[in-house]
C-alpha cells in the first residue's frame, strides 16, 4: 500500500500502472487525514496519474468518498 501512496502523491503514473493489477488496493483511506490514492494525486494535481487510477475499476469506486473534511477527489 505504502508503494501506492508514494507513487500517487508523487506522480509516478507508471508505477501505478505496475501496482493497480499486482493487488495495491486504491480504496484504503489514511487513518487520520481520510485521503484515498485518488485524492492525494487530485490535490497535487497529477493528471496522469488520476487518468491511471480512474481507468481500474477499483479506484473508481472512490471517486465519492470523503476525507475527514468531507472533501472529495473532485473538489
Sequence with gaps: LF???YAC???YSELVEE????G???TVAH???GRNVLMEA???GHLE???VLLQHERARRVVNATDSLG???LV
Design 3 to 5: 508503494a501506492l501512496v
Design 9 to 11: 502523491k508523487k506522480g
Design 19 to 22: 501496482l493497480l493489477p499486482a
Design 24 to 26: 495495491a488496493d486504491p
Design 31 to 33: 487513518a487520520q487525514t
Design 42 to 44: 487530485c490535490v497535487r
Design 49 to 51: 496519474t488520476v487518468k
Design 71 to 73: 472533501q472529495t477527489a
